[in-house]
């Protein structure tokens, strides 16, 4: 038989929400036998149209599939979902929202119950689920097992990113990436307020920001990852802590200036000070990351 026309894995959906939606149409799309139990039944009506299996409770859909995919709003909804289903020989892939410890918990509980256990981070939003130009992927952490019997199934909605047997490490992975993103939006939130009250148009300056954080972002990122590894912050310094915290009543003042809270800037320059004032002027801004474990 000619592996395009090998029997696809069936799948069990719990979760018809936005994402869980999108979901199930990959899957339908691409063939493979979809079960599907939703909270609110009528959130289902679409999907049994276009050819899912409707169950009426969450156990009735896990009994259905090897496979069950969770992706319900938090950890708290994936308990009660779970809570009666009989989820001894399942392979349970919980793409819900959690945070790693929880992620772990989860993992250890479904263990305990006979299942194995994988965690998974969705860096995708539901219009970018099943269309990989857009570039989405979620990461999968836990049972490795279980995540190379059914990577071709994951594959489906969206590409997929491994990060280890931890059932936590793809939470963990989620949440660096959009706090990492949560900082860019801060950022440029201060950026569009500063120029708010003034002759320069939110359309102007928005491609000068991009291409700004663009070009800062990849350099940053790599040497700040390989002096976290080497433990040296000095060598090759282009911008030094004391010239970047010399420079920043710079920012305050112009804030002030413009009528603009600086709320979003000052955590990050306290913490440029803090360092300046324990460690070596000649450092960049690594030593910021070992300020915040503390
Ligand atoms: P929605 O709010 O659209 O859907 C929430 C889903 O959870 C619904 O199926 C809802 O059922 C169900 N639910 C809520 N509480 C309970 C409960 N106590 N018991 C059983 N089911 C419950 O959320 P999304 O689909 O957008 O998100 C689902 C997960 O995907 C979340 O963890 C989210 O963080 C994650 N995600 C979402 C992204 C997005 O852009 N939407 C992006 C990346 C990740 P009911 O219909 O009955 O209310």
């Not at 156990?59 to 001894?88: I, Y």
């Not at 250890?108 to 130009?133: F, Q």
């Not at 860019?184 to 920001?209: K, N, Q, W």
């Amino acid at each position: 038989m000619a592996a395009h026309s090998l029997p696809k894995t069936p799948v069990t959906l719990l979760g018809l929400g936005a994402m869980g939606t999108a979901l199930a149409r990959t899957w339908l799309a691409a063939g493979h036998p979809l079960t599907v139990w939703n909270r609110t039944a009528a959130r289902a009506e679409p999907l049994a149209a276009e050819g899912a299996a409707v169950a009426a409770t969450a156990a009735e859909a896990v009994a259905a599939s090897p496979l069950v995919v969770v992706c319900l709003l938090d950890d708290a909804s994936v308990e009660a979902a779970l809570d009666t289903a009989v989820l001894t020989g399942k392979d349970v892939v919980n793409l819900t929202t959690t945070t790693p410890s929880q992620a772990r918990a989860r993992a250890a509980w479904a263990e305990a119950r006979g299942a194995r256990y994988l965690d998974g981070g969705i860096m995708a939003v539901p219009p970018t689920i099943g269309v990989p130009e857009a570039g989405g992927y979620v990461f999968y952490s836990g049972d490795q097992a279980l995540f190379d019997t059914h990577a071709p199934a994951l594959a489906v909605p969206a590409a997929t990113r491994y990060v280890g047997t931890d059932p936590g490490h793809a939470a963990l992975h989620d949440v660096a990436l959009l706090s990492a993103m949560y900082g860019m939006f801060a950022g440029t939130a201060h950026a569009f307020a500063l120029i708010r009250e003034e002759d320069v148009a939110p359309a102007a300056l928005a491609p000068l920001l991009t291409e700004w954080l663009t070009a800062m972002a990849a350099p940053h990122i790599a040497q700040t990852a390989d002096r976290l590894t080497s433990g040296d912050y000095t060598t090759n310094v282009v911008s030094n802590l004391g010239m970047q915290t010399a420079g920043t009543p710079t920012f305050l003042t112009t804030a002030a200036d413009q009528g603009v809270s600086p709320e979003l800037l000052t955590p990050y320059f306290a913490l440029m000070r803090r360092r300046l004032a324990e460690g070596d002027p000649k450092e960049d801004l690594t030593g910021v990351v070992d300020l915040l474990l503390r």
